[in-house]
């Protein structure tokens, strides 16, 4: 039984993962200036048409980007430009200023009432 | 290296200090303890470990990260500042932080938990299930997101219920275009349909109200099965449908929709959202639409003449505002306009010819204006306490033709609720209670045209002030409650009390059983809610004065998540009953006549429907629902005068079934769905009377109808193309004796299936996020 669902876990993963097999996948984790919903949306779509990006998932509360990636395809500093690109501050590296100032005032730093 | 072995020194361990002069080893020994080693695993179903490859590792506050190879395995450096935190995070997976205060730990295992079996899964998890029955919820609540809206045409609410299995949508005729709901086998009249907690198909709206809130503006419908919550009012008989509109905060900032079918429909749908202080924001939505080109010919696909669906455009807005006052008190306000005409019939000409019978022509006018607020307080040192008032003011005017029959009518609406929200000792026990004020002033006028007699009249106008008070029982694992009882007074019936009761246990985390009981009312109003019958010769035959319309539901609930195979998958049963005390019996039995009176004898609808969600892998959703419905209703007697006969309720199939097969690939760029719906036979109203050549026959037959959609997502677009009715299923003489509309035998209202044939349909969304 204990096999079953070991081998059964593999495939699932074997068959979620788009690229099956591969080896080169890694997941980071970036931090983030994102303060909202919308945030969420505008960063997770940024990652998902990044290429080589598999998931992409933020979590608002902590602010962690959560991507898995090809590392054939892509790098995190990519990534991380690609947040910086819609106007989050991603790790060390600073949002893009133009794209910070067009963001609505809830998504700015400190937009949200805590 | 050295660096932080001298660091690592100084701060903890004095013994290494004597020892490092001894043997050079020491030094790579400490300098591989600057680095944290470790496994990340899974606990499978029957508890035990799996390695979790690919996870993400961070130093939290700083840019140290890493991420586990295949077998989960990881090595990070510490951190130069201690105390710190690790995360390790894995999409599909509740991330962990670990708290490490200083660098003596060198190998750890960690257990990251499958987000998909906790509740909190909206947030974390890849995938969210599009519509699901919500094994937490406390009525039997379906949730029909926006994701699952845009897997259909979806143009209006109408639509949105296509993929559905707990609300069937049905053509009411062959003429007007106009489409209605049912739940449990009855007329979408006795479900309550709500936008924002307002009131919001009522009276003059309830033929065509359906069309008037565009899909796109909708952020989700809730639908509740059986008797609604007391708070909403009394109107909740059947189930109530709760439409949630796009909140300013979240909505994209700009969004635009354009959609194009082969039936020359063209729609137009806009939102802009503006967010000004971090306390104020506003959302206004537009949408405008057209059916049918004057200049372009008419589109008759069934050859009867008559135009398939009518000329119709359509502009309408709703501008609605958020703000916030400190963190005590939050409130909304809006306003939403409305204006339609319709036309249709022969051909448009017939516009212009409402008083002969050269031409038969069908003209909708329809205006609505309203106005809304919302407040809410909270008071901050007791967040359980709250207190909030809203209010709507309406405006709606409708004039139509059909043939020579003239309708026309206006409804003034106000509408105001208040509830207060507490705590009984603790949070187990919370208590609602509140009033609310009622006012409807109707005015309509109705002239069949026949003889020359000038208009009949009917004013009516309602006050009802009403008070509730709902008590919600929850232990936070497995019981919960919610007792209601509202009491409200009618100048004509006086005051009636409706209690209503909803029980919930969990026997287990995967499973839940429902019971529901209560009482609804409603004040009939024949003509808006029976408008399609106008398009008939069918006279209209009122034999007394009518009733206000009163109900008993009862429903019972069993849903049961479990994981064939290792996938979710999901089982519902419900079985509901309803039961009338009074209903305003419309009787199409007699060919000639529509007749309308009070219910004197059974009139009841039972229902069971049960349906299992499949998900095998991430990309592929499967859903199969079955329905049979029992309603019966005791009308005249056609055979035997004087006397009265249950019979079942026409037009209503006894039997149904829905397959969904969805597929979603990966991160949603592409999305295939299909929905495939079996409808079984119903009884026809007698036609006997007819002429042999217009007669139908007792039952109609069964049949299926396919749609299917197909949608690509850009990172700034989405295009979508798919079809409606792909079998091309069209019910035989959708109207009966098409060739003389103004004769005996004339009726359009005989409709039990697809009135219009293979609809394609393509359009795109364009957002800025």
């Known amino acids: ?114 | 290296m050295f660096h932080l072995t001298k660091m690592k020194m100084k701060k903890n361990n004095y013994l290494a200090i004597l020892l490092i002069p001894l043997f050079c080893c020491c030094t790579i020994l400490s300098a591989s303890a600057q680095e944290l080693s470790g496994r990340i695993v899974e606990k499978d179903a029957s508890g035990k470990e799996a390695s979790l490859p690919m996870a993400g590792v961070k130093w939290l506050g700083s840019s140290i990260s890493t991420s586990a190879d295949e077998n989960g395995k990881f090595q990070i450096p510490f951190p130069e500042v201690m105390p710190a935190k690790l995360l390790v995070a894995m999409i599909g997976y509740t991330s962990d932080t670990i708290l490490f205060n200083d660098k003596s730990k060198t190998n750890i295992k960690i257990v990251l938990k499958n987000s998909t079996t906790t509740l909190n899964t909206v947030n974390i998890t890849e995938k969210t299930l599009s519509s699901r029955n919500l094994i937490t919820a406390k009525m039997n609540t379906e949730l029909i997101s926006q994701k699952e809206l845009t897997l259909a045409a979806c143009c209006n609410i109408s639509e949105s219920f296509e993929r559905n299995a707990s609300v069937d949508v049905n053509f009411t005729d062959a003429v007007s275009g106009a489409k209605q709901i049912q739940m449990l086998g009855l007329d979408g009249i006795y479900t309550q349909i709500l936008y924002e907690n307002l009131p919001f198909i009522r009276g003059l709206s309830s033929s065509y109200g359906l069309t008037y809130i565009p899909g796109t503006w909708v952020e989700n419908i809730l639908v509740t099965k059986g008797t609604g919550s007391v708070v909403n009012g009394f109107e909740s008989i059947t189930g109530q449908i709760q439409i949630e509109l796009l909140e300013p905060e979240e909505a994209e900032q700009l969004y635009i929709n354009g959609f194009v079918n082969n039936n020359q429909r063209y729609e137009l749908n806009a939102h802009l959202a503006k967010r000004f202080k971090t306390n104020l924001s506003s959302l206004l939505f537009v949408h405008a639409s057209k059916n049918g080109l004057e200049n372009y010919g008419n589109m008759d696909r069934n050859n009867d003449g008559f135009l398939d669906m009518p000329l119709t455009s359509q502009y309408n807005l709703l501008n609605r505002w958020n703000f916030r006052v400190k963190n005590r008190h939050e409130g909304q306000f809006g306003v939403r306009a409305l204006m339609e005409d319709k036309i249709g019939g022969h051909d448009h000409n017939a516009l212009s010819d409402t008083s002969t019978v050269k031409h038969y022509g069908i003209f909708i006018n329809t205006k609505q204006v309203e106005t809304f607020t919302k407040n809410g307080w909270i008071y901050p040192d007791t967040p359980w306490r709250s207190f909030a008032i809203m209010t709507t003011e309406r405006y709606q005017e409708q004039k139509s033709f059909f043939g020579i029959k003239k309708y026309q009518g206006t409804q003034k609406s106000l509408y105001v609720n208040t509830i207060y929200q507490s705590i009984i000792n603790n949070t187990f026990h919370k208590i609602k209670f509140g009033g609310s004020f009622m006012l409807d002033d109707f005015s309509e006028s109705f002239n069949e045209g026949l003889s020359a007699g000038s208009d009949s009249l009917f004013t009516l106008q309602e006050i009802v002030p009403g008070v509730y008070s709902e008590y919600t029982f929850n232990n936070d694992t497995n019981i919960s409650i919610v007792a209601g009882v509202r009491a409200d007074y009618f100048e004509n019936y006086g005051l009636m009390v409706n209690p209503r009761l909803h029980l919930k246990y969990n026997p287990s985390k995967d499973a839940a059983i429902r019971l529901s009981g209560g009482r609804g009312m409603r004040t009939p109003h024949i003509f808006a809610e029976n408008s399609q019958v106008f398009a008939s010769s069918r006279q209209i035959v009122i034999h007394e004065e009518l009733k206000q319309e009163v109900a008993w539901n009862y429903g019972m609930t069993f849903t049961y998540c479990f994981k064939p195979f290792g996938k979710e998958a999901t089982f519902n049963l419900d079985a509901y009953r309803t039961d009338f005390e009074n209903q305003v019996v419309v009787d199409l039995e007699d060919v000639n006549k529509v007749q309308f009176y009070n219910l004197r004898g059974l009139s009841y609808s039972n229902s069971i429907q049960t349906d299992i969600t499949f998900s095998p892998s991430k990309k592929w959703d499967f859903k199969l629902a079955y329905k049979y419905y029992d309603v019966k209703s005791t009308y005249f007697s056609m055979y035997i005068p004087g006397t009265r006969v249950l019979l079942d309720k026409p037009l209503v199939p006894k039997d149904r079934a829905l397959l969904n097969i969805d597929y979603t690939s990966n991160k949603e760029k592409w999305i295939i769905s299909n929905t495939i719906k079996w409808f079984g036979k119903s009884r026809l109203p007698n036609t006997s009377l007819n002429t042999p050549e217009f007669q139908l026959p007792e039952h109609s037959t069964p049949y299926f109808t396919y749609m299917a959609q197909v949608s690509k997502k850009f990172k700034w677009f989405e295009l979508y193309i798919g079809g409606e009715n792909i079998f091309n299923y069209i019910i035989p003489n959708a109207i009966v004796d098409p060739g003389d509309p103004f004769g005996p035998n004339f009726d359009a209202t005989m409709i039990w299936g697809p009135v219009n044939g293979r609809v394609i349909y393509g359009g795109f969304r364009y957002k800025i996020i």
């Open chain 1, 1 to 114: 039984m204990k096999t079953i669902s070991k081998t059964i876990a593999v495939l699932c993963f074997a068959f979620f993962s788009s690229s099956a097999w591969a080896t080169s996948d890694t997941t980071v984790v970036i931090k983030t200036s994102a303060e909202c919903g919308s945030c969420k949306k505008r960063i997770e779509n940024a990652l998902n048409f990044e290429k080589g990006v598999n998931a992409a998932v933020l979590d608002v509360a902590s602010k962690n980007a959560t991507v898995t990636f090809d590392t054939k395809k892509t790098t995190v500093e990519k990534l991380r430009e690609a947040i910086s690109n819609v106007g989050y501050d991603a790790d060390n590296v600073p949002a893009n200023e133009k794209k910070y100032n067009k963001l609505p005032a809830c998504c700015k730093k400190g937009g949200m009432p805590k």
